[in-house]
């Protein structure tokens, strides 16, 4: 197993999760008003990130890599998207939420491609697996908004 791809695919997965910490930076506490079922469930996210974050730095400096502790420019690009579209937007609420849900069906796509590469050790495959199921019942928890309402 090559290290250097190992690394490079963790780092790609820490720049993903960056951005996920990012974007739940956007959230405003008035969508809670709203939505305060999924509000319980939403600080269980933004914990989990930042647990997910140190797993993969740990698993980075164990194979020997620098961790790449920055935000992708994708996702830059992405947040900047949203925060012009909620600028425009009427219901702030709803759009704030989707994208918690666009954000959360880009990290699993992230993390099942990691997955199936091919490139991680079999503990950095089992780290990465076990973010994955938790980013999909975080997901599975937000994606039905509109049934909510």
Not at 41 to 50: A, E, F, G, L
Not at 71 to 94: M, P, Q
Not at 110 to 138: C, F, M, R
Request: glycine content about 6%; proline content about 1%.
């Amino acid at each position: 197993m090559n290290n250097e791809k190992t690394v490079s695919v963790l780092n790609d997965l820490l720049n993903i999760t960056n951005d996920r910490i990012e974007g739940f930076s956007k959230v405003e506490d008035k969508v809670w008003d709203t939505h305060s079922t999924l509000k319980a469930d939403y600080d269980q996210m933004v914990s989990q990130s930042q647990t997910m974050k140190s797993d993969l730095i740990r698993l980075i400096n164990e194979c020997g890599g620098n961790a790449d502790n920055t935000t992708s420019t994708a996702g830059a690009l992405h947040r900047a998207w949203i925060d012009v579209k909620n600028s425009l937007s009427g219901d702030k609420d709803e759009s704030t939420l989707g994208n918690v849900v666009f954000g959360e069906k880009a990290a699993i796509d992230a993390y099942q491609d990691a997955l199936d590469s091919g490139d991680l050790t079999p503990q950095s495959a089992q780290v990465v697996s076990d973010h994955l199921h938790h980013l999909k019942s975080s997901y599975a928890r937000f994606e039905n908004l509109d049934e909510l309402n």
